[in-house]
């Protein structure tokens, strides 16, 4: 399963033009640039121009370079010379690292879910696996499988009602949503992590507090051990 392309969407390409509402402009133009990094409209390694962003976004050179400083600040876009601004891709040593993060952060995550979920928020951790079982057959939607595991980390974090864990993990966000793009375009990687994510559900529903970490663990572990896999690979191909 590849990263989609931007025209890949239902409908064709989507528009990115920032409405005219209450909140200030630079705020709204942050949350849809970077929800199209996050969505993959601009792909890993793609060049970021200044007065391409202003005529897809409908705002000032001032605002987008305002935006742009926000998300290199998040690790979404860096600067690399004679290239300018381009979205991060992350290198196999950062990715190695946010997968040790992520591991121990989950735990956390996962425990203190189990300890103060409402049912109604185990509902909603249900419906998020059946959203993501619903994509992840043959030519399921990449983005709504992505999407999916974002709600069911969202779920998580209000369950779990820890804001120090909500923070670091939502300033992982990104990255970790990178790394999963590239452990899913695994073949077969789809199927496997829905038996994995099967597993911390049903343990979590039990309120085992044991069985549910030990399947983040595995689950994180064949993550790494996929998305290393396919970053290694590009790396060897010199994509």
Request: proline letters at 3%.
């Amino acid at each position: 399963m590849a990263i989609p392309r931007s025209d890949d969407a239902p409908g064709g390409e989507r528009s990115l033009r920032v409405g005219r509402v209450a909140a200030p402009l630079r705020s709204q133009a942050l949350v849809v640039l970077r929800q199209a990094i996050l969505d993959f409209h601009y792909k890993p390694g793609q060049r970021l121009i200044e007065r391409e962003l202003m005529a897809d976004l409908g705002v000032s050179r001032t605002t987008i370079r305002e935006v742009l400083r926000e998300l290199g600040s998040e690790g979404l876009v860096t600067s690399i010379p004679q290239r300018g601004l381009i979205v991060a891709s992350p290198s196999l040593k950062e990715a190695r690292e946010v997968y040790e993060v992520r591991r121990a952060l989950e735990e956390l995550a996962m425990r203190a879910f189990i300890e103060k979920a409402s049912n109604e928020q185990m509902s909603r951790l249900r419906a998020a696996l059946t959203a993501f079982e619903n994509e992840a057959g043959e030519g399921g939607d990449f983005r709504a499988l992505l999407r999916s595991k974002d709600d069911a980390y969202q779920v998580v974090l209000e369950g779990g009602d820890n804001d120090a864990v909500r923070t670091i993990t939502e300033g992982l966000r990104a990255r970790v949503r990178a790394l999963d793009a590239a452990s899913l375009g695994v073949p077969g990687r789809p199927a496997a992590e829905l038996g994995e994510l099967r597993l911390i559900v049903q343990a979590a529903e039990r309120r085992d507090a044991g069985a549910a970490v030990a399947a983040v663990h595995a689950h994180v572990d064949a993550a790494s051990a996929a998305g290393l896999a396919a970053l290694q690979a590009l790396d060897a191909s010199g994509v």
